[in-house]
């Protein structure tokens, strides 16, 4: 059983920066974040694996985000920069406990958070 809780979402401007975290209890393989808007389908935004410590990013985010983890706090990070207003969604963290786990498949992932809202404005 793996629980996952987001926090650090919220509103800022084109151009700014927001650090989002997953506090992940349980043993996992992979950890990715996912977005989605309302009529839309979920998203990756960023995975990672956790023995190889692989790193994968969307197109539309690379070069802008890390995903990064944080052993001291036990939380998967997703550091922001440069936010656009087409990044506004919801933000989730989800986390596979079979290997191997594709990068942003949703079905891999057995267990999701709450999400967390990021609102870009122009």
């Known amino acids: 059983q793996v629980q996952l809780t987001e926090s650090g979402g919220g509103s800022v401007q084109t151009g700014g920066s927001l650090r989002l975290s997953c506090a992940a209890s349980?043993?996992?393989?992979?950890m990715a974040w996912f977005r989605q808007v309302p009529g839309n389908e979920r998203e990756g935004v960023a995975s990672m694996s956790e023995n190889f410590g692989s790193k994968y990013y969307a197109d539309s985010v690379k070069d802008r985000f890390i995903i990064s983890r944080n052993t001291a706090k036990n939380t998967i990070d997703l550091q922001m920069n440069s936010l656009k207003p087409e990044d506004t969604a919801m933000y989730y963290c989800?986390?596979?406990?079979?290997?191997?786990?594709?990068?942003?498949?949703?079905?891999?992932?057995?267990?999701w958070g709450q999400g967390t809202q990021v609102t870009v404005s122009s």
């Open positions: 989800a986390a596979s406990v079979q290997y191997p786990c594709s990068r942003f498949l949703p079905t891999d992932y057995h267990y």
């Open positions: 349980g043993d996992w393989w992979c």
